[in-house]
T-cell receptor, first 113, second 111 residues
Framework: DAGVIQSPRHEVTEMGQEVTLRCKPISGHDYLFWYRQTMMRGLELLIYFNNNVPIDDSGMPEDRFSAKMPNASFSTLKIQPSEPRDSAVYFC???????????FGPGTRLTVT | ELKVEQNPLFLSMQEGKNYTIYCNYSTTSDRLYWYRQDPGKSLESLFVLLSNGAVKQEGRLMASLDTKARLSTLHITAAVHDLSATYFCAVDIGGAQKLVFGQGTRLTINP
């Protein structure tokens, strides 16, 4: 059984460029979460979806960040335009509605120069 | 605003010793999670504690939850090198599915 899949695993881009991070949750999981991890701020929840609908995006830092979930097996997190302070590891996680346990993907390490 | 604080943040210990990591949180919650993260890796779920007095054990790790004290502990028994990692606790804000993480405890176990 495949776990949460994220791509790319590493992304290096220049300031001002658009960045798109992708996530495929575990099949059958109806909650999807996007987190960001930095040394300064630790692990932060950015946004989460239930049945493809965004429920809480209060953690999204600013309008440069947007997230979508067009179907149950795919989500994107987009940063446009990117800035050096966006450099972090971005994790996607998913869980079933009848379980409290969240399963994390391998993460995408984003570096903005 | 919910705050989750872990203590200590860094812990270096010898194999064979016992130690405890503490996780305090600032608001009511009945659900607490412990995760492990190895350097450069993702988070691995260790325990989900769902009620006051809950205790779970897996190998040399045991976690407990006291919701009245807003405190969870992760106890390590007879530590071995393989347990070296960063351990995070996280609290679920009252059914909102939002996990708020502690700062993490970096555990180093020396032979």
């Amino acid at each position: 059984d495949a776990g949460v899949i994220q791509s790319p695993r590493h992304e290096v881009t220049e300031m001002g460029q658009e960045v798109t991070l992708r996530c495929k949750p575990i099949s059958g999981h109806d909650y999807l979460f996007w987190y960001r991890q930095t040394m300064m701020r630790g692990l932060e929840l950015l946004i989460y979806f239930n049945n493809n609908v965004p429920i809480d995006d209060s953690g999204m830092p600013e309008d440069r960040f947007s997230a979508k979930m067009p179907n149950a097996s795919f989500s994107t997190l987009k940063i446009q335009p990117s800035e050096p302070r966006d450099s972090a590891v971005y994790f996607c996680a998913s869980r079933r509605s009848d379980s409290y346990e969240q399963y994390f993907g391998p993460g995408t390490r984003l570096t903005v120069t | 605003e919910l705050k989750v604080e872990q203590n200590p943040l860094f812990l270096s210990m010898q194999e064979g010793k016992n130690y405890t990591i503490y996780c305090n949180y600032s608001t009511t919650s009945d659900r607490l999670y412990w995760y492990r993260q190895d350097p450069g890796k993702s988070l691995e779920s260790l325990f989900v504690l769902l009620s006051n007095g809950a205790v779970k054990q897996e190998g040399r790790l045991m976690a407990s939850l006291d919701t009245k004290a807003r405190l969870s502990t992760l106890h390590i028994t007879a530590a071995v090198h393989d347990l070296s990692a960063t351990y995070f606790c996280a609290v679920d804000i009252g059914g909102a599915q939002k996990l708020v993480f502690g700062q993490g405890t970096r555990l180093t176990i020396n032979p």
